[in-house]
Antibody, heavy 117, light 108 residues
Framework: QVQLVQSGAEVKKPGASVKVSCKVS????????MHWVRQAPGKGLEWMGG????????IYAQKFQGRVTMTEDTSTDTAYMELSSLRSEDTAVYYC??????????WGQGTLVTVSS | DIQMTQSPSSLSASVGDRVTITCQAS??????LNWYQQKPGKAPKLLIY???NLETGVPSRFSGSGSGTDFTFTISSLQPEDIATYYC??????????FGQGTKLEIK
C-alpha cells in the first residue's frame, strides 16, 4: 500500500518561492510516477505536471512552465514541487499523487500554500 | 487542449435517490475517462477508471458509462456518506490531464 505524507502549510509573500515535499512509504519512489495537482479555495482540481513514464521525463502543464520544478530524492523516497514567483492566485492546496495508466490512484493529504503580503 | 464540462455543477438529492452526473469532452476521448470523489477537506479518491470500471473496494452503487464525448456517472441509491464533490478526468491527450469543474452533491 502506497502512503504519501506531505509537508505542512506554508505562508509566503508575493514573489517568493515555495517548496512542498511528499514522502513515500510502502513503495520506493523509483517504482512510482509522481504528479502534482492543485486546488484553489472553493475551486476544482488542476493538474500541474509530473513524471511521464513513457519517455522518462518530467512534464509540466503549459500554465506553469518556467515557474515550477518537480524533483525527486530517491535516497529518501521524497518528491518535491517548487513554485516560484508566487502570486495571490497561487493560494491553493497542493497535492502529490501517484500516476498509473492514465489515473491518479494514491494521493497525499495536501499542503495549503497561502500567498499574502 | 481538451475541455471537460460537467453538469450539473451542484445537485441536491434525497437518501435512496438515483443520482446522475454527466461529463462531456470537447473531442473524442474514447473511454479514457476517470471519476473521483472528494469529501470536504480530503484528497480526491478514485472511484471509476476507463469510464466504466469500478476501482477495488468501491461500493457497487457507483457506476460509470459512456465513450467518445459523453459520459455518465451514477449512484444507484444515494447514501449519506456519498456527500462530496465528484470530478471527471480525461487522459486521452497524454501527457496532459484535464479535470472537469466538479459536481457538488448535497442531501436534500
Amino acid at each position: 500500500q502506497v502512503q504519501l505524507v506531505q509537508s505542512g502549510a506554508e505562508v509566503k509573500k508575493p514573489g517568493a518561492s515555495v517548496k512542498v515535499s511528499c514522502k513515500v512509504s510502502g513503495y520506493t519512489l523509483t517504482e512510482l510516477s509522481m504528479h502534482w495537482v492543485r486546488q484553489a479555495p472553493g475551486k476544482g482540481l488542476e493538474w500541474m505536471g509530473g513524471f511521464d513514464p513513457e519517455d522518462g521525463e518530467t512534464i509540466y502543464a503549459q500554465k506553469f512552465q518556467g515557474r515550477v520544478t518537480m524533483t525527486e530524492d530517491t535516497s529518501t523516497d521524497t518528491a518535491y514541487m517548487e513554485l516560484s514567483s508566487l502570486r495571490s492566485e497561487d493560494t491553493a492546496v497542493y497535492y502529490c499523487a501517484t500516476y498509473s495508466s492514465g489515473l491518479f490512484d494514491y494521493w497525499g493529504q495536501g499542503t495549503l500554500v497561502t500567498v499574502s503580503s | 487542449d481538451i475541455q471537460m464540462t460537467q453538469s450539473p455543477s451542484s445537485l441536491s438529492a434525497s437518501v435512496g435517490d438515483r443520482v446522475t452526473i454527466t461529463c462531456q469532452a470537447s473531442q473524442d476521448i474514447s473511454n479514457y475517462l476517470n471519476w473521483y470523489q472528494q469529501k470536504p477537506g480530503k484528497a480526491p479518491k478514485l472511484l471509476i477508471y476507463d469510464a466504466s470500471n469500478l476501482e477495488t473496494g468501491v461500493p457497487s452503487r457507483f457506476s460509470g458509462s459512456g465513450s467518445g464525448t459523453d459520459f455518465t456517472f451514477t449512484i444507484s441509491s444515494l447514501q449519506p456518506e456519498d456527500i462530496a464533490t465528484y470530478y471527471c478526468q480525461q487522459y486521452d491527450n497524454l501527457p496532459m490531464y484535464t479535470f472537469g469543474q466538479g459536481t457538488k452533491l448535497e442531501i436534500k
